[in-house]
């Protein structure tokens, strides 16, 4: 209708009216354009953390794509994308937690479906990725999983990658497609901010969290002490000694990942033997595995802050001193960076 009256407007000899309307049409016409822009613009997600995607959806003003992710009765996975995704740009975000090897296999199975289907560009969003501990040939005959895991998602037809808190950071280089590394410090930094902790320390359970830490101790404007630990066998720790000051100071343990929260206990323990006041701990994932949860509620840490990249199991979410912190914002405006194509670094602090 709006164009119709637009050509008709421009035949007529009163130029002072034609010309107002055309315009006001034009500006009223672009509107269904942005739109339909927009539905090129797609994020779908697996069963691992819905509620996040809903989150990260919500932030951006979308609705969440549909797909349909179901097993058949001997457990294989069954995916089907529900709606045209053809020439977009479609976001597939999965974390792969418990059960780990489910939840990688609907995410590679999404993104086959979606490049099947004519999807322009396909970004693996993984909020907590899996298999990253084992980055090297430490031992005889074990295999290099994480980089197994980044050949097969660009396999399965991911375009480039966005990660959160890489369990190391020159896992980047396993991938041969762009990656974003995004980090939930942002969040956790303004968490403690508030907090106003006296007399903080920030400690890294290990050596090689120890940029980790600077970093962070540098944000809250905190001092440093690091953890010198030696491990025994897998998932078990033997603390060796503290290296800095902590006597009556509140210390704050921080990692990218808590899985059975036996090093994490031992820490804090040796901590508190070595004269600190109270200990607080946070991380980025929390897998959480195995007794975590009990060993948490009767640890002597006062809080433990995690983020929401991956969903707390029922035992962990009956543990009072847990709390989680949402970084579907921080997500967001790297989804929304991506699809904008401009600058992501802006969100590396």
């Known amino acids: 209708m709006a164009t119709v009256a ?31 822009v927009d539905d090129r613009f797609k994020v779908f997600c697996g069963t691992a953390n819905e509620a996040l995607c809903d989150e990260v959806c919500n932030f951006l003003g979308l609705t969440r794509g549909q797909a349909l992710v179901t097993r058949f009765a001997d457990g294989e996975a069954y995916v089907q994308i529900q709606e045209n995704v053809r020439g977009a740009d479609v976001f597939v975000m999965q974390p792969t937690c418990h059960p780990v090897d489910m939840h990688l296999m609907e995410l590679l199975l999404m993104m086959d479906a979606l490049k099947r289907a004519s999807a322009r560009r396909i970004t693996a969003v993984i909020p907590y990725y899996g298999y990253a501990r084992q980055d090297r040939k430490d031992k005889p005959r074990v295999p290099i999983s994480s980089k197994l895991v980044a050949d097969l998602l660009t396999t399965a037809g991911a375009d480039r990658a966005l990660v959160v808190d890489l369990h190391a ?8 497609i762009p990656v ?27 050596a090689g969290g120890v940029e980790r830490a600077r970093f962070f101790a540098k ?34 343990i921080i990692d990218d990942l808590i899985d059975t929260a036996g090093t994490l206990v031992k820490v804090a323990q040796a901590l508190l033997e070595n004269g600190a006041s109270s200990v607080y701990a946070c991380c980025t994932h929390p897998v959480l595995s195995g007794a975590a949860a009990e060993n948490l509620l009767n640890s002597p840490i006062t809080e433990v802050v995690v983020t929401n990249t991956i969903p707390l199991s029922e035992a962990a979410k009956q543990v009072p001193k847990i709390k989680v912190l949402s970084i579907a914002g921080l997500i967001g405006r790297a989804i929304q960076s991506i699809h904008e194509e401009t600058s992501v670094s802006k969100l590396f602090i």
């Open 6 to 36: 637009t050509t008709a407007e421009k035949t007529t000899a009163d130029k002072t009216t034609a010309e107002k309307k055309p315009i006001t049409d034009e500006k009223t016409e672009r509107k269904p354009q942005r739109a339909r």
């Open 169 to 176: 950071p020159q896992l980047q280089g396993f991938f041969n």
């Open 180 to 206: 974003d590394h995004l980090f939930a410090s942002p969040v956790l930094v303004d968490y403690f901010r508030k907090l106003n902790l006296p007399d903080l320390t920030v400690v890294s359970p290990d």
């Open 219 to 252: 944000k809250v404007d905190a001092a440093l002490a690091i953890v010198d630990k030696r491990r025994v066998e897998m998932n078990v720790a033997e603390v060796m000694n503290v290296i800095g000051e902590v006597n009556g100071r509140t210390c704050l």
